[in-house]
């Protein structure tokens, strides 16, 4: 959008415009503990009242598809 510019506008470049290097150890790091991360949040159970909201819905479109 027109505004002036951001740090994000360019991932691939820092802000003198040099391409940007991570250490491969530290992508390494990063990338193992968004994992494990990810990992337990999805061994969360669903909590229920997200349940009852989903079965409210595939209800109310299972009656408008009748």
Do not use: C, W
């Amino acid at each position: 959008m027109g505004g002036t510019p951001d740090a994000f506008d360019d991932p691939e470049k820092d802000d003198d415009g040099k391409p940007a290097v991570i250490d491969p150890r530290i992508q390494d790091a990063i990338g193992r503990s968004l994992k494990a991360h990810y990992d337990d949040l999805v061994k969360e159970p669903i909590p229920d009242r997200l349940l009852v909201l989903l079965a409210e819905l595939e209800a109310k479109e299972r009656a408008n598809g009748q």
